[in-house]
Nanobody, 122 residues
Framework: VQLQVSGGGLVQAGGSLRLSCVAS????????ISWFRQAPGKEREFVAQ???????SYDTSVKGRFTISRDNAKNTVYLQMNSLKSEDTAVYYC?????????????????WGKGTLVTVSS
């Protein structure tokens, strides 16, 4: 699976951004898609996950502010980020795995897209 990430940028605190992750190369429906992020000097951390039928999971730090969604016809997963905070500043990555039990573990992901930088100014 090849994953193409887009949508990062600079936004003021309280603002919104939408990230996109377009998949190609294999059957999209077989994969759990997760978003991770990595802030400077910190480890990569789980943000959100979505499976084929649309079931979702979120880290507590983004729950209620971020929404992950999936358009299977377009092989695309979105991350809508609202009420952004300075602590959301990070490089955001999408990743894919066939193994549902691993969706929140960076080491459990099989494929990664290149990251996109999200900078939230306070």
């Amino acid at each position: 699976v090849q994953l193409q990430v887009s949508g990062g940028g600079l936004v003021q605190a309280g603002g919104s951004l939408r990230l996109s992750c377009v998949a190609s190369g294999r059957t999209f429906r077989n994969y759990f898609i997760s978003w991770f992020r990595q802030a400077p000097g910190k480890e990569r951390e789980f943000v959100a996950q979505i499976n084929w039928v649309g079931s979702t999971s979120y880290d507590t730090s983004v729950k209620g502010r971020f929404t992950i969604s999936r358009d299977n016809a377009k092989n695309t997963v979105y991350l809508q980020m609202n009420s952004l905070k300075s602590e959301d500043t990070a490089v955001y990555y999408c990743a894919a795995t066939q193994y549902g039990s691993r969706y929140s573990d960076p080491n459990g992901m099989e494929y990664w897209g290149k990251g996109t930088l999200v900078t939230v100014s306070s």
